[in-house]
C-alpha cells in the first residue's frame, strides 16, 4: 500500500487497522510539516469520501478512520494517495487569531513561581514572556477541545511534571516543553500549571463546541482576578 | 408518547447509539455502543433503524418502569433480566404494559447488556448522534450516565423499518465471545521484538479494574521495545493496542482519546471490537494475529449473517 509515487521523503501511507489509514507528512514538529498536514486536511474537507468517518490531524500525520463496511483499505488507500499528488496545489484560507484572556499566577497558577525560578526570570517577566509569544494550533486531542499550542519562548520552557494531577479545573493554562495548553474540561494532566482563563474552551451547548480549531493563532493577554470574576460570569 | 422511568440506574447505564463520528479533529471521539452489534440487533428486533438510540448497561443493570406500552428487546450479555418477576430473556421482542417494571440483575457473562424500545430514546442529537460521551458531557441524556428519578421519552416510531422476528441466542454470542480478540499489525508493530511479541501473542493477557468505555487496561507479558525513538503524538482510533512505557498494554476503546503519544502494537479488528465491548475485569483471552484480508473476511460473514436475519 505504499505509494509509489511519493519519492519525497517523510510521505507514507499505510493502514493503522482493517478501518483506518496513517498519513506520514513528515518527522518532526516545524511549521513546514503542519502547513503539510493542514493543506492535507483541507483537501480530505474540499474532497469528502463517503466512507470516512474522522480525521485526526496531529504533528506530522494525519490518521484517517472509514467505515470499512463502506470501503476497503485499498479504495480509501487509493483515494488518499491521489489526493496527496495535489497537496501542493493547496492554498490555506488565513488562520484566525484567537485571544485568550489569562488570570496568572495565585491559585489559577500554582507552577508560575517554580518555572519563573527555574528560568532564572521573574514571575512578571514569564507572565510577559507568555502573554507576549503568538501561538499556533498544531492540532486538537488528547481530550475534546485540548489543543496543542507551539511557539512557547525558549527561555521559559518547563520539562512535564513526572506525576500528573489527578484533576485539573477547567481553563487552566499550562506548560510543558515547547508546548503550552489550556485545559477545556476538567481531566487529569501533566502541564505545568501558570493561570487560568474565563473563556469556555469546550462547551458542548454550543454549535461548535471547541473555541480553537487547528491552524488557529492565538495570543494569551493578563487579566486581574477581578477581571477573571467578572469574564467568568459573562461566559456563563 | 410512552416513557420510561429509571428506577434505579445500575452501575453505568448511558444512552447510546452508534456514535458520533466527524468531530475527531476537535478532539472529541465517536463514542457510540460498546458493543454495536447487540445495540444494532436489538434494534432490529423491536423493528427500528440500526442507529436508534438504546440504552447501554455495564456489569449490573438498572430497574425500569413502562410509562405506556412498549415493544422492547434485551440483547449483549444475560443480566438475568426480570418483568414484574417474570424471566425477560435476551434476543427477542418483549411487549410489555405500561406499569411493568423491568429489573434488570448483574451480568451472568459478559459486560453490556442493551434495551431497546420501539421507537427508540428520544434525547436531542449533539452534533448528530444521541450518544452519550461522558468525558466531554455531550449527547445522551444530559451528557452523563442515568441516575434515578430520569424519565426517557420514548421516540415516535419513524417509517417501518426492517423489523427481525428473533435472533438465535447462541449464533449471536458465537460473535460476542471474549476468549480470543483477533489484531491486525498495528503503525508501530515492528517496534517490538518478535521473542516478546510470540510470548505475547502465546499468553493470556487479562483485563485489569481500569477499565471503561475510553480504555481497557491489560496485564498481559511484556512486549519489549526495539526502538527507542521519541514518538511524535499521533491520531489514534478504537481498538489500537498501544504500549506505554511499562509494557502492559491498553485497549482504546469506543470513547478514546483521539491522539496519543505511546507506540501502537496492534488493533482490533471491526468485527471483535463488539467482543471488547464484553470484556469485563478479569476476563482472560488471547490475541490472534490476522492479515487486513481475513480481518476484512470476517466482517464481511457477520454483515452476511445480519443481512440473513428474519
Known amino acids: ?236 | 408518547m410512552p416513557a420510561i422511568r429509571v428506577v434505579e440506574p445500575g452501575f453505568q447505564t448511558t444512552v447510546q447509539d452508534l456514535g458520533r463520528p466527524g468531530c475527531a479533529h476537535m478532539g472529541v471521539s465517536p463514542s457510540g455502543a460498546a458493543d454495536a452489534l447487540s445495540l444494532r440487533l436489538g434494534n432490529l428486533l423491536v423493528g427500528n433503524p440500526e442507529n436508534s438510540a438504546s440504552l447501554e448497561m455495564t456489569l449490573s443493570g438498572g430497574v425500569f418502569e413502562f410509562e405506556g406500552d412498549c415493544l422492547i428487546a434485551l440483547t449483549g450479555s444475560d443480566f438475568a433480566s426480570r418483568l414484574d418477576g417474570m424471566p425477560a430473556p435476551n434476543w427477542v421482542p418483549i411487549a410489555v404494559k405500561s406499569g411493568q417494571v423491568l429489573r434488570c440483575g448483574k451480568t451472568r457473562a459478559g459486560a453490556r447488556c442493551y434495551l431497546s424500545v420501539h421507537g427508540g430514546i428520544d434525547e436531542p442529537l449533539a452534533l448528530g448522534s444521541a450518544s452519550t460521551h461522558l468525558l466531554a458531557g455531550m449527547g445522551g441524556h444530559e451528557g452523563r450516565a442515568l441516575r434515578a428519578g430520569d424519565v426517557l421519552r420514548v421516540a415516535v416510531p419513524a417509517a417501518p423499518s426492517r423489523h427481525v422476528k428473533q435472533v438465535h441466542p447462541q449464533r449471536a454470542l458465537r460473535w460476542l465471545a471474549t476468549d480470543v480478540i483477533r489484531i491486525t499489525p498495528g503503525p508501530q508493530a515492528h517496534w517490538f521484538s518478535a521473542d516478546s511479541v510470540e510470548r505475547f501473542l502465546e499468553t493470556p493477557a487479562m483485563v485489569l479494574e481500569e477499565f471503561s468505555r475510553a480504555a481497557i487496561h491489560l496485564a498481559a507479558r511484556r512486549l519489549e521495545l526495539v526502538r527507542r525513538d521519541e514518538m511524535l503524538i499521533e491520531g489514534v482510533c478504537c481498538g489500537a493496542v498501544q504500549v506505554p512505557p511499562t509494557g502492559r498494554p491498553v485497549i482504546l476503546f469506543v470513547e478514546p482519546q483521539t491522539t496519543g503519544n505511546f507506540p501502537k502494537f496492534a488493533n482490533v479488528i471491526t468485527a471483535d471490537l463488539p467482543r471488547v465491548g464484553q470484556l469485563k475485569p478479569f476476563d482472560k483471552f488471547r490475541f490472534e494475529l490476522v492479515s487486513f484480508d481475513e480481518a476484512r473476511e470476517v466482517l464481511r460473514q457477520q454483515e452476511e449473517w445480519i443481512d440473513s436475519l428474519e
Open chain 1, 1 to 236: 500500500m505504499h505509494a509509489a509515487a511519493h519519492v519525497r521523503t517523510g510521505f507514507d501511507i499505510a493502514p493503522a487497522s482493517d478501518h483506518s489509514i496513517l498519513v506520514t507528512l513528515g518527522a518532526e514538529i516545524s511549521p513546514e510539516i503542519h502547513t503539510r498536514v493542514r493543506k492535507f486536511c483541507e483537501l480530505l474537507a474540499r474532497n469528502l469520501h463517503d466512507a470516512v468517518m474522522n480525521v485526526h490531524p496531529a504533528y506530522a500525520s494525519v490518521l484517517v478512520t472509514f467505515e470499512p463496511r463502506m470501503a476497503d483499505l485499498e479504495e480509501i488507500g487509493a483515494y488518499l494517495d491521489a489526493l496527496l499528488e495535489r497537496i501542493e496545489e493547496v492554498e490555506l484560507p488565513p488562520a484566525r487569531l484567537i485571544e485568550v484572556p489569562v488570570c496568572y499566577g495565585g491559585e489559577f497558577g500554582p507552577d508560575l513561581e517554580e518555572i519563573a525560578r527555574r528560568s532564572n526570570i521573574t514571575p512578571e517577566e514569564l507572565i510577559r514572556l507568555h502573554s507576549s509569544s503568538e501561538y499556533t494550533v498544531y492540532f486538537l486531542g488528547f481530550a475534546p477541545g485540548f489543543a496543542y499550542l507551539v511557539g512557547v519562548d525558549p527561555r521559559i520552557v518547563a520539562p512535564r511534571l513526572e506525576k500528573p494531577r489527578p484533576e485539573i479545573p477547567a481553563g487552566s493554562v499550562g506548560i510543558a516543553g515547547a508546548q503550552t495548553g489550556i485545559y477545556p474540561l476538567p481531566t487529569p494532566g501533566s502541564l505545568r500549571l501558570i493561570g487560568r482563563t474565563p473563556l469556555r474552551i469546550f462547551d458542548p451547548k454550543r454549535t461548535k463546541p471547541s473555541l480553537l480549531t487547528f491552524g488557529d493563532r492565538v495570543r494569551f493577554f493578563p487579566v486581574s482576578p477581578e477581571e477573571f470574576e467578572i469574564q467568568c460570569r459573562q461566559s456563563e
